[in-house]
Structure formats: structure tokens, C-alpha cells
């Protein structure tokens, strides 16, 4: 069984070690890390010490550790703190772990500022995607404690920021923390855009007002398409298609026929853990998009355009909640291509104008494995009455 005795460090050329890790130096011969934690801590080390990089592929990493049954491996920080031991954790679920840790960069940049940050929302891009960064802004979170990498910079975090019209954050930017040469920037988004930074940083967003979050958003506050009010789903019967197709217990929304996208960003706003698709046939439906989510502030959302019947759906997450706003009279082949992709219990919803559709739909969904579970009926106004028609995967 692998001992791994993991110390937290920061980026001090000479680290202040406590006493244990001191200990376990001494007594040790293979040492871990990342190329730039080998540089800080070689002068620590014994003269015929081992020292195995950290890089990707992890998997030759491994290997490389199962050779050795006693390894001290240096890490950024906190090591539990989006850091290395939850790896060795993950991989190796039976390794004895001794674990030396530090304040990590957020805690370190909280200090610089006097800032309390027990109510400080974290999020983590470093080699990670946007979603949980965008989930965050979505829901207004006061203060938010952001971990960069080299694509994802302080530059472009603040361009993705003024995209979606979150002005509304002052950019705290703590520089190589814990270095001889840290230091510590305020800005704001506009600043932050034109400026470069060094490497490795963090940043605090702290909130200075409340965005406006909307909820029904009326349809004329949407771009249109060829400004046809009659091509965009009604404030009521969007909110009512989002209730019947009960997004808080799913992950993945697939909104086939978006048009305007109104659909597509009501869930984004209202359910912003969603991973939302969005497929449109006309090609106009990209610049919809585009300007309708950054008018409403809703990051994050996957445009394909084309027939969906021939996209490629390989790389995309497999939805588990599909809205089909458009089908082009091709209702059954959608149903099938979707239902191969659905989960137990998953769900499907149309909204039907026609008995004809209605049908069509209630023998789609049958055929291809599922069951219609329920149905409303409704009419706004002096428009068509619509049937908002649910069925569920078997």
C-alpha cells in the first residue's frame, strides 16, 4: 500500500516548513511535484533525492509512483483545496495519506485584502470549463473566489464577464502570492480586459449591485426572428413548458427548434447548474442566440445549427430533459434519434397547436419508448389554445 505524506507550500523561493514537513524531507528519498514546486523546494532536498514530475498524462504518473511505496509529494496550498490529494484520493482509494497543509492562494488573497470569506463562493477553471464559473455570475453570488490557469486569465474571465453585461463585479487579482514579487491589483472588468497578468494568479469578484435576474422575460424584450412576434414561445407557456419538463432534477436540457433561444435562456437563467444544447435549423438562429444571451446575461449555452437530424452528437452531453419547439414535420424521426440518447425516467416535452400534432407526438413517443405521462391544456389571450404534452422514457 502507497504512504503518501502530502505538503501544502506557496511560492516562496525559501518556504517557511513547519517541523513535520522537515521531518518527512529528511527521511525521505522520492520526492513529487510540479516542475516549478521542484525549483522552489531543491534546495531542501537530499543531494541523491528522486524526483518524479507531475504532468499530464497522470496515468504515466501513477506508474511511476507504484514503484516507489513511500513518496513526499509538494502541492499549491491546501492540497484538498482543488489540489492534488483529491486525485490520489480518487486513484488510489486505499493509499495512506499524510497531509501538511498551508492557506491556499484564496484564503492567502482574503488575508491581503481583510477580507472575511467563510460566504465565498468558489470556483475552480483551472483546466476546467467555463460552466460552474458562468453558473456562479448567473446566480448573483456576492463574493466569488475564482482559481485561473493560463487560458483562463484574469483578461479573458473579465471579456466573458462584460459579454454577458456582469458589470456589476470589482476584480481583486492576487500575482504569484506568497513570492517575493506578489502583488495584489483592483479593477474592474473594463481595466482588466487589456492588461496581462502574471502567472500563477486568483481572483476575488466581489459584487457591487444586484443584477437584474428575469423571470418571464416578455417577448418583445427579444431580438426576433424578422421581428415575427408569432416565432417565439409566450412568456406563460414558457414558464409552463419549463415546469412540465421539472429541470431541478435534471443536468441536461436539449432545446430542439430554439428559433429566438427564449426557451433555451429562460432555463439557463432560472436552472443555471442546466448544461443547456440548442439546436436550430436556420442559420439566422446563431446571431439570435448570440444577442439574446448576452442581453439576458446567460453564458454557457451549446449552439448547433443544421438539421438536427444529421448533427453530430458524440460531443455532447446526453440530455436527460429535451424541449422540441420545431420539428419541420419530421416529429418521429426527432422522437427516435432523442429517445436513443434519453435515460430511464428522462423526459420529453412538445407543445402542440394542432390535434394533428398532438397525435403525431402521442404516437412518436409510444413507438419509440415512451409514455405521454401528462398534458395541459392552455389559452392566452386570443391566441391558439397550445396542449403542453409531457412524456417520460420507460
Known amino acids: 500500500m502507497n504512504h503518501f505524506t502530502i505538503i501544502g507550500i506557496d511560492d516562496k523561493d525559501h518556504p517557511e516548513l513547519p517541523e513535520q514537513a522537515r521531518?518527512?524531507?529528511?527521511?525521505?528519498?522520492?520526492?513529487?511535484?510540479?516542475?516549478?514546486?521542484?525549483?522552489i523546494m531543491r534546495d531542501y532536498l537530499p543531494e541523491a533525492h528522486l524526483w518524479i514530475d507531475i504532468t499530464v498524462p497522470?496515468?504515466?504518473?501513477?506508474?511511476?509512483?507504484?514503484?516507489?511505496?513511500?513518496?513526499?509529494?509538494?502541492?499549491?496550498?491546501?492540497?484538498?483545496?482543488?489540489?492534488?490529494?483529491?486525485?490520489?484520493?480518487k486513484r488510489l482509494p486505499d493509499a495512506k495519506i499524510t497531509l501538511i497543509p498551508t492557506f491556499n492562494s484564496l484564503q492567502t488573497l482574503a488575508h491581503r485584502l481583510l477580507l472575511p470569506y467563510h460566504d465565498m463562493h468558489v470556483v475552480s477553471l483551472t483546466g476546467r470549463p467555463w460552466h460552474e464559473f458562468d453558473r456562479a455570475l448567473i446566480e448573483g453570488q456576492e463574493?466569488?473566489?475564482?482559481?485561473?490557469?493560463?487560458?483562463?486569465?484574469?483578461?479573458?474571465i473579465a471579456e466573458r464577464m462584460l459579454r454577458y453585461g456582469y458589470d456589476n463585479y470589482i476584480m481583486y487579482v492576487g500575482e504569484a502570492l506568497g513570492s517575493d514579487t506578489e502583488t495584489v491589483r483592483?479593477?474592474?472588468?473594463?481595466?482588466?480586459?487589456?492588461?496581462?497578468?502574471r502567472h500563477p494568479n486568483c481572483l476575488i469578484l466581489y459584487r457591487t449591485y444586484e443584477r437584474q435576474r428575469h423571470f418571464g422575460i416578455?417577448?418583445?424584450?427579444?431580438?426576433?426572428?424578422?421581428?415575427?412576434?408569432?416565432?417565439?414561445?409566450?412568456?406563460?407557456?414558457?414558464?409552463?413548458t419549463l415546469a412540465q419538463l421539472d429541470l431541478r432534477r435534471y443536468q441536461t436540457l436539449w432545446d430542439i427548434g430554439f428559433c429566438t433561444g427564449s426557451v433555451s435562456i429562460e432555463a439557463k437563467l432560472q436552472f443555471p447548474h442546466l448544461h443547456v444544447v440548442a439546436f436550430e435549423q436556420r442559420p439566422e438562429g446563431e446571431r439570435l442566440m448570440e444577442v439574446n444571451a448576452a442581453r439576458f446575461g446567460t453564458p454557457g449555452i451549446i449552439t448547433r445549427i443544421g438539421d438536427f437530424l444529421q448533427a453530430e452528437l458524440d460531443d455532447l452531453p446526453?440530455?436527460?430533459?429535451?424541449?422540441?419547439?420545431?420539428?419541420?414535420?419530421?416529429?418521429?424521426?426527432?422522437?427516435?434519434?432523442?429517445?436513443?440518447?434519453?435515460?430511464?425516467?428522462?423526459?420529453?416535452?412538445?407543445?402542440?397547436?394542432?390535434?394533428?400534432?398532438?397525435?403525431?407526438?402521442?404516437?412518436?413517443?409510444?413507438?419509440?419508448?415512451?409514455?405521454?405521462?401528462?398534458?395541459?391544456?392552455?389559452?392566452?389571450?386570443?391566441?391558439?389554445?397550445?396542449?403542453?404534452?409531457?412524456?417520460?422514457?420507460?
Open 143 to 156: 463574493k466569488i473566489g475564482v482559481l485561473t490557469d493560463r487560458e483562463h486569465t484574469p483578461a479573458t
Open 23 to 39: 521531518a518527512a524531507i529528511v527521511t525521505h528519498h522520492v520526492f513529487s511535484g510540479g516542475k516549478r514546486h521542484h525549483e
Open 186 to 197: 483592483v479593477l474592474v472588468p473594463d481595466d482588466a480586459t487589456a492588461l496581462t497578468f
Open 218 to 240: 416578455p417577448e418583445s424584450d427579444f431580438e426576433l426572428l424578422d421581428g415575427r412576434t408569432n416565432m417565439i414561445t409566450k412568456a406563460p407557456i414558457r414558464l409552463l
Open 318 to 394: 446526453a440530455p436527460d430533459a429535451v424541449f422540441i419547439g420545431g420539428h419541420g414535420g419530421r416529429l418521429d424521426a426527432i422522437v427516435q434519434r432523442v429517445s436513443t440518447r434519453l435515460p430511464h425516467r428522462g423526459v420529453i416535452v412538445f407543445n402542440s397547436v394542432t390535434a394533428e400534432s398532438c397525435e403525431l407526438f402521442a404516437n412518436a413517443v409510444t413507438r419509440h419508448g415512451c409514455n405521454v405521462v401528462d398534458s395541459q391544456h392552455v389559452t392566452i389571450n386570443g391566441f391558439n389554445p397550445i396542449l403542453i404534452m409531457k412524456a417520460q422514457k420507460i
Open 58 to 89: 497522470l496515468d504515466d504518473v501513477f506508474r511511476q509512483y507504484e514503484n516507489h511505496p513511500d513518496i513526499v509529494v509538494f502541492a499549491s496550498g491546501d492540497p484538498l483545496f482543488f489540489g492534488f490529494a483529491n486525485t490520489v484520493l
